[in-house]
């Protein structure tokens, strides 16, 4: 008998939704919507590319290749209606220590592992599971990295001029921005200032307009006039190229390689969450669903790429996918027409991006990370949980003040103790007498047998807890019923305990009854050895009389 696959297994989940919108058909009225949102976002996309391209540590043409090469392939390939791919906040950190421990080339190489990576991840079905993280773990995390985003445009938000290079760790960071607070440049002070107020100005007054694109050009303009003393694209840049370049492959050397391999899995780890947590938040905003495996396949594939034309880590971006979203887009369309935009902005116009002040940027990336801290969510979750509210703190620091992938792992790891903490104690047990007045199963001369209600998942989080009540029982070489009627499922050291429990019944000559245990509670108890003849299974508690008096009768 031939089996149907279900979804989670079947070949669809692989399917780009770009061939699911072709398949619904695909109209010119689509097309103009996709045109729209693809313009929309991509006016957002030009500043926040190069913005985060630079404070990652790299050249600003950098981030354009990102956006160009992987929001392509992105929305080409992907498993979301909307997500937009490029270069993300989330990643500066992680970016800048990369190029400072091994340099460009070897960020190159790295992202190209960690496409290989998300792959094989993709390949595994585990976009499924990559999902599963808890809420409070992204908040605190998100909100992590809106203070390291922060914390390293202060020194271009001031215009501060260091002796030296800037470090990665934000306590030493602050410390040397602290010491050159007397190089502030008033003038970049006020572009960055007045950056600020015209996004959230033009963003308030006129929410659809481009506030971004509309601040960073107003910016240009006034220090281009008044010949402000302000660093430029140009004056640490040069000339931005006007196309990406030829392919061309990374060293891929022993030596090489061995370097980049902890920065691809970190980049793996994050791409992965940042990624599918964007195409949950488009999901709903939209009422769709993604596919979490194609998508993670898609985000493979576009970092395999994107490094071979100078390109870094591409991932789904949550700001432009959600401007993606509200823009109307109709499907990938619209991000594959927003790369191809910005593309024609590199061919056209890249001279114009020299006059950019960074301290124009910085602003945009000081907004960007005020609205990535996820403020009401993180002021809900520490009134209203103090467990939660742990998992939370304990990821924001371990995010701020160590490390981004130690600050997932811990935080991962906390809130699965807390989540085994609250199902323990919805696990109870109820106790109640059954009357076999017929039988002498009481040596004190009680010939009731106490049965225990067992209700809830039986765990080893709940057998560490009331385990003890139920071998603190068996001390009494009497039978012993224990009714699994509500007990959904067991596992291995659940039902191991009832095997020591078991056996410990057997020494003393007790008998231990199991009652209404569905097939697969009974099949997990005896591979976990509760079998013999001192373990009755009966179907029900009306059935435990005559079992155990046919047992007597032995």
């Known amino acids: 008998m031939a089996l149907i696959p279900t979804p989670a297994h079947s070949s669809s989940e692989f399917l780009p939704k770009l061939v699911t919108i072709l398949r619904e058909g695909y109209r010119p009225a689509d097309l103009r919507a996709d045109a729209l949102a693809g313009l929309t976002v991509a006016i957002v996309a030009l500043p926040l590319s190069m ?61 190209l592992m960690s496409g290989v990576f998300l792959a094989v991840l993709a390949a595994l079905r585990a976009g499924s599971y990559v999902r599963f993280i808890p809420y409070p773990v992204t908040v605190g995390f998100t909100a992590g990295i809106a203070v390291i985003i922060f914390a390293s445009q202060i020194k271009d938000l001031l215009g501060l001029t260091l002796p030296g290079a800037e470090p990665a760790e934000i306590v030493q960071k602050v410390e040397v921005l602290w010491a050159a607070r007397g190089s502030l440049n008033p003038a970049a002070l006020m572009v960055a200032a007045g ?82 947590l964007s195409a949950v938040v488009a999901d709903g905003m939209s009422g769709r669903r993604h596919r979490p495996n194609a998508e993670l396949m898609a985000q493979g594939v576009a970092n395999v790429v994107t490094p071979l034309f100078g390109g870094f ?10 401007t993606n979203v509200r823009a109307g887009s109709r499907g ?31 602003g945009v990336l000081a907004v960007v990370a005020w609205n990535m801290a996820e403020k009401e969510e993180l002021w809900h979750l ?38 085994i903490n609250r199902m323990s104690a919805g696990t109870t047990i109820a106790e109640s007498r059954l009357p076999l007045p017929e039988m002498d199963l009481d040596r004190d001369g009680d010939t009731d047998v106490v049965v225990y209600h067992l209700n809830g998942p039986w765990f080893f989080g709940a057998a560490a807890r009331l385990g003890s009540v139920l071998d603190q029982v068996s001390e009494r070489p009497r039978a012993l019923v224990v009714d699994f009627a509500a007990v959904p499922l067991i596992d291995s050291s659940g039902a191991y305990s009832f095997a020591l429990l078991a056996r410990k019944m057997a020494r003393k000559e007790g008998r231990l009854v199991i009652s209404g245990a569905s097939a697969e509670v009974r099949r997990v108890l005896h591979q976990a050895g509760v079998r013999g003849e001192q373990v009755l299974f009966v179907p029900d508690l009306d059935a435990v009389p005559a079992a155990l008096g046919a047992q007597q009768t032995l």
């Open 195 to 276: 950056t600020i107020a015209l996004i959230v100005g033009v963003k308030r007054w006129a929410p659809r307009a481009p506030n971004l694109l509309i601040a960073v050009a107003l910016a240009s303009v006034v220090v281009a006039v008044m010949g402000l003393p302000v660093e430029t694209i140009y004056s640490r840049f040069g000339d931005l190229p006007r196309s990406p370049p030829a392919p061309a492959l990374p060293d891929f050397g022993l030596e090489a390689v061995q370097a980049a391999l902890p920065w691809a899995l970190s980049f793996t780890l994050l791409g992965a969450i940042e990624s599918l």
């Open 332 to 362: 990938p369309v619209s991000g594959m027409l927003h790369a191809l935009f910005v593309l024609a902005f590199m061919l056209v116009a890249a001279p114009l991006a020299g006059f950019i002040p960074l301290a124009a940027l910085a």
């Open 313 to 322: 880590c591409v991932t789904g971006t949550i700001a432009r996918t959600a």
């Open 51 to 111: 913005a985060i391209a630079i404070a990652s540590g790299v050249s600003p043409e950098r981030g354009l290749f990102t956006t160009i090469i992987g929001g392509f392939i992105v929305s080409l390939m992907g498993g979301s209606r909307f997500q937009i791919g490029g270069p993300a906040g989330a990643f500066i950190v992680l970016v800048s220590a990369c190029v400072a421990a091994i340099g460009v080339e070897g960020l190159l190489l790295a992202t």
């Open 382 to 419: 520490a009134r209203h949980s103090r467990a939660d509210a742990v998992v939370l703190l304990a990821t924001f620091g371990l995010v701020v003040f160590r490390d981004l992938t130690e600050g997932i792992v811990v935080g991962f790891a906390l809130a699965g103790l807390v989540f």
